[in-house]
């Protein structure tokens, strides 16, 4: 569904699939994460995968849409996803950087009951940290190697011809 809606906004079957690859980078960190500090699957931690699979798609969202509006400026494929990732980094930082710290109090957390909601926090760190290196990496090189060479000439031809009607 999630899917459906992403192709419909991208007007696309790619860019979605591009985003969607997020995904279980985002699950193996989350995994990895509960397997390295000894943490079970419980309802805490689901709840974290699905906080943890929200943000990094929107990450991944950032890095195709800004790179899909600088090739409707005309600029290459490779052209529009260095400058994408360029400027795209530091909100994605910093986004992945404040939810990690916000839940690290989670992870570490002592105390009365905190050992069952330990592993929500353990979730969120070690997803979304493992899955910010890899979609730094993994978005570009997908992006350049499936997307679709977008016909700017004729997106330039619909340009004028619709300032044409409207200069009637």
């Known amino acids: 569904m999630v899917y459906l809606v992403l192709a419909a906004q991208f007007e696309s079957f790619i860019d979605p699939?591009?985003?969607?690859?997020t995904v279980p980078l985002a699950l193996a960190g989350a995994l990895f994460s509960l397997?390295?500090?000894?943490?079970?699957?419980?309802?805490?931690?689901q709840i974290g995968i699905i906080m943890l699979i929200g943000?990094?798609?929107k990450?991944?969202?950032l890095i195709v849409e800004f790179a899909n509006q600088i090739r409707e400026k005309g600029a290459s494929?490779?052209?529009?996803?260095?400058?994408?990732?360029?400027?795209?980094?530091?909100?994605?930082?910093?986004?992945?950087?404040?939810?990690?710290?916000?839940?690290?109090?989670i992870a570490l957390a002592f105390g009365?009951?905190?050992e069952s909601r330990k592993g929500m926090g353990v979730v969120i760190v070690g997803g979304i940290m493992f899955s910010l290196i890899l979609t730094l990496f993994v978005i570009p090189a997908l992006y350049s190697y499936l997307s679709r060479k977008k016909d700017v000439e004729h997106a330039q031809q619909s340009i004028s011809v619709h300032d044409e009607a409207l200069s009637y």
């Open 17 to 21: 699939f591009i985003i969607m690859f």
């Open 35 to 45: 397997w390295y500090f000894n943490q079970t699957l419980n309802i805490f931690s």
């Open 55 to 57: 943000l990094v798609t």
């Open 59 to 61: 990450n991944g969202i």
């Open 77 to 105: 494929k490779a052209q529009a996803i260095i400058d994408g990732a360029a400027s795209r980094l530091r909100p994605v930082l910093m986004t992945s950087l404040a939810t990690a710290l916000g839940a690290l109090p």
């Open 112 to 114: 009365a009951g905190s």
